[in-house]
């Protein structure tokens, strides 16, 4: 005891400590399963970063060409360059090189997956709102990030998948207009597949795009401890309180303790479970193939909108050569991401809420929203499944025209069948939340009334319970009003048909009065 | 700066750094707030847990979470045995799995051993009610923000940043020119040759023979019955010093022997077939992967990346999938021996498209 007073004093008269641990130590954080989704991401992450940096002890990232002389019999005696090489080594030769590849890959997998559905959590709750609209653009650039660290690692080994999926990235940087075969010849340094590029990619992967990443984690996190975390609705808990455990001790100990949870199962995966046998694949050679190639799942959005486009897209003006089998996936792909990154804006210009918002919605409480997010998923699992859409027909002994028609049908009419669903859908469960705040829910006991009558008995919610249901936010239409001059601008025509439609079909909580009338 | 917006411009509240008007109630936009909502209930009364109630119960408690503290320890020495007890014996693949589970299965148990008794720790045994803070709004009150504006002025003034704009302009445009240096020496990224020729040419000319990928033995006419496809480089292509993959991922052929009813040839490549013999770029004119899969049947050629579909016996013309144009051919013929040979290069570019393809 004697020591850590000693040690703290030490610490603190050279580093002020105190006032942070004063500031942050009894911080409360609300407490929610879905919360955890981001600490995945970020737990993830340091297990990508540890894993990460035993690989680069053994990595060797050249492209120059060697006979492979290790243990794997098969591949004896084939030429191949010597990062595939080391990358076998690491397989095959080292301790634990093989548990490490296989953690920092399936790390990575669960990174940009826990990202993704972080990501889903703060939409359909609306936590993006006010103040929050900067994380929110700050945690897309994540997203965007983990995707790029995630490609350029999954083509270091220079296997032949990898290497297949950087010859269809050379394809559509090819297709750019006027500077594509440019940027192309720049980027790998001669024609592809040339010797520069598994080098450059390494610099990107260990060093650039991880250090941007770091770099917005704590922007991120910064921001997430001025603004603070949003909570669910709760009776005692309003837009002015957070509720929950302090940082310390009870925050730190089940937030530390979920690191080494998902360490732990990331390391359980890695020792079950291979991913990426690189050593099936053979180095990479642009002539062979192996059927079923697609890429890891995250790309998987961008690799089925190049499949999904019909045949014969191109034209060529002036001898110029126009793309457009690569250039509208490429295109609607930013278009849609862009849309997912700009969406708070559009919300809060709609709704003209200027107000700070710290409950998270339930998902059916913003009906219009909820409906848009399930339309840009459907839109997503359209592309996303189109990625193996090879593999989907033979499993299923389909004919690949056919499962491309099906999912050309998903991605282009499925968002609107999935946004009328999903709205019809929160509609109808707010209708269901209301009868139950105001008539209690079925108890399930039939009584016999003296004149025969059977009624089931209803059981009324208790207060706290009915909280939750009817504590939410209500909004109507804007209406087009003339400005101060006597004018309706188009930009306010339009905001109020937006307006209109984002906010026409409604229902409005229980209000004392229909509680209290219904009571008598 | 802020008392030129003084008062209101009309249309929506002017956004300025300090606001006149009371800055605790921002727009609510189109929300309704009703006066006869319900009103929050307040927190419920507290459920105490089992260890909150019964000693023994804390008591077992506390001995899983050392238990569990303890079983890390376990593993993580168990890992540490693993690493020597199941070493990596060259010529036994399988001893590299058993390496990887048992290690894995060590660290693993480190690893869970820690986070299942923190968990447990803390939901168990830690203090368990809610503690509430209160939250303030974002914004930095109207003293901070006066006293911010003050500063930024205070700065203005004394650099003269708006008063002579001069100075400011000149820098705004030295600062937008020092990066141009950066872009530009980029340029050494890769050799000082145009791409666009490099793309427009490949190892095949006149006279050059077929070989199999990847011996480089010479393919005879003969040798070429119906249904079997042959995946083709040009001669020599093996035996380069440099540039290998790069000319291969260009001169990359697939040959195949039609029957002669079922080839349809344009009228000016009907020389460019021998006896039903037709070669075709191997690379994809989507976006350049290996168009591997070949239908005997059918003659179709299917690209596994994204499945365009060509028909052989249609001029390798596009029937699914996102291609655009039709594989190249390759004009070939028989040399005097009856090997095959290429007549000349192809007579366009191959593989996936490209601005200045067309020219």
Avoid at chain 1, 338 to 363: C, M, N, Q, S
């Amino acid at each position: 005891m004697r020591f850590t007073g000693w040690a703290a004093n030490y610490i603190d008269e050279r580093t002020s400590a105190s006032t942070a641990v004063k500031a942050l130590g009894r911080k409360i954080f609300p407490d929610h399963w879905s919360f955890m989704l981001g600490e995945v991401a970020l737990y993830s992450f340091v297990v990508i970063l540890l894993s990460g940096t035993f690989l680069t002890f053994f990595f060797d990232p050249s492209m120059t060409e060697v006979e492979y002389e290790g243990s794997y019999v098969p591949l004896q005696g084939i030429p191949m360059s010597v990062a595939y090489h080391s990358s076998l080594d690491i397989s095959f030769e080292i301790r634990g090189g093989l548990l490490m590849r296989q953690v920092h890959h399936w790390a990575a997998l669960l990174f940009v997956a826990s990202i993704g559905l972080h990501m889903l959590r703060v939409f359909f709750t609306g936590a993006f709102r006010k103040p929050r609209e900067l994380n929110w653009v700050i945690g897309f650039l994540l997203f965007v990030l983990a995707m790029a660290l995630g490609f350029t690692g999954y083509s270091l080994p220079d296997d032949l998948l990898s290497g297949n999926g950087l010859r269809i990235i050379d394809g559509m940087i090819k297709a750019v207009p006027v500077a594509g075969a440019w940027i192309s010849y720049l980027l790998f340094g001669d024609e592809f597949p040339g010797t520069d590029i598994i080098p450059r990619l390494y610099v990107l992967h260990i060093l650039l795009l991880p250090a941007i990443l770091v770099a917005l984690i704590g922007a991120h996190m910064v921001l997430l401890i001025v603004n603070k975390h949003t909570q669910f609705a709760g009776p005692g808990r309003t837009n002015d309180n957070v509720v929950g455990a302090p940082v310390m001790p009870v925050f730190a100990a089940k937030a530390g303790g979920f690191f080494f949870l998902v360490f732990g199962v990331i390391v359980l995966i890695a020792s079950l479970f291979t991913i990426n046998p690189i050593w099936n694949y053979g180095p990479y050679d642009p002539s062979p193939v192996s059927a079923g190639t697609q890429p890891d799942w995250y790309i998987g959005f961008a690799d089925g909108a190049l499949r999904l486009i019909p045949p014969h897209l191109e034209t060529v003006i002036f001898g110029y050569t126009w793309s457009w089998n690569v250039l509208i996936p490429l295109v609607g792909l930013l278009v849609f991401l862009a849309a997912a990154a700009l969406y708070p804006f559009l919300e809060a210009w709609v709704t003209g809420d200027k107000r700070e918002h710290h409950i998270a919605e339930r998902p059916r409480n913003n009906p219009t929203r909820t409906a848009i997010g399930a339309a840009g998923v459907t839109f997503y699992a359209g592309l996303w499944a189109a990625a193996s859409s090879d593999l989907i027909a033979t499993h299923f002994r389909l004919s690949i025209e056919g499962v491309i028609h099906a999912l050309q049908f998903v991605t282009v009419v499925g968002p609107f069948i999935a946004y009328f669903i999903t709205k019809r859908v929160c509609l109808a469960l707010m209708r269901k939340d209301r009868e139950i705040a105001l008539h209690g829910y079925e108890s399930g006991r039939i009584v016999r009334l003296p004149g025969g009558e059977y009624i089931e008995v209803h059981e009324q919610l208790d207060d706290f319970e009915r909280w939750k249901l009817v504590s939410y936010e209500e909004y109507q239409p804007l209406m087009v009003r003339p400005d101060a001059r006597g004018r309706i601008t188009a930009r306010q025509r339009v905001r109020a048909g937006l307006s209109r439609w984002f906010f026409e079909d409604r229902i409005a909580p229980v209000t004392q009065k229909e509680l209290e009338s219904q009571r008598h | 700066m802020a008392d030129v917006h003084d008062g209101a411009t009309g249309g929506e509240a002017p956004e300025t750094a300090v606001e006149k008007h009371s800055s605790s109630a921002p727009s609510p936009g189109v929300a309704v707030e009703r006066a006869d909502r319900i009103q929050n209930p307040g927190f419920p009364p507290e459920r105490l847990r089992v260890t909150d109630l019964d000693p023994k119960k804390e008591k077992a408690a506390e001995r899983t979470v050392s238990g569990l503290f303890l079983l890390s320890v376990v593993g993580s020495v168990l890992a540490v045995v693993a690493y020597v007890a199941f070493p990596i014996v060259e010529g036994q693949p399988e001893t590299i799995r058993l390496n990887n589970l048992f290690l894995g299965l060590g660290i693993t148990l480190g690893l869970l051993g820690i986070g299942i008794g923190a968990v447990h720790w803390s939901k168990a045994l830690m203090h368990g009610h809610e503690l509430v803070e209160e939250r303030h709004p974002t914004r930095g009150s109207d003293e901070t923000r006066a006293k911010a504006v003050e500063i930024f002025q205070a700065a203005n003034k004394e650099s003269g940043f708006t008063r002579r704009s001069l100075v400011r302009n000149t820098l705004i445009g030295a600062l937008v020119a020092t990066p141009i240096p950066a872009i530009a020496i980029f340029r050494d990224l890769a050799p000082a040759e145009d791409p666009v020729a490099l793309l427009k040419h490949t190892m095949w000319e006149e006279g050059v023979r077929l070989t199999r990928d990847p011996s480089g033995t010479p393919i005879k006419a003969s040798e070429v019955t119906i249904g079997s496809a042959f995946h083709v480089i040009p001669e020599g292509l093996a035996e380069l010093e440099s540039h290998k993959l790069e000319e291969k991922a260009k001169a990359a052929v697939l040959l195949m022997r039609l029957p002669l009813d079922r080839l349809n040839e344009r009228e000016d490549r009907k020389d460019w077939s021998y006896d039903g013999i037709v070669a075709y770029s191997k690379i994809c004119t989507h976006v350049g992967c290996p168009v591997a899969l070949y239908e005997q049947q059918t003659h179709h050629l299917l690209c596994p990346c994204h499945q365009s579909e060509f028909d052989v016996a249609n001029h390798a013309e596009v029937i699914f999938g996102p291609a655009a144009r039709p594989l190249p051919q390759l004009p070939i013929t028989v040399d005097e021996e009856g090997y095959l040979v290429a007549k000349s290069d192809f007579t366009e570019p191959v593989g996936p498209s490209f601005w200045e393809r067309a020219l």
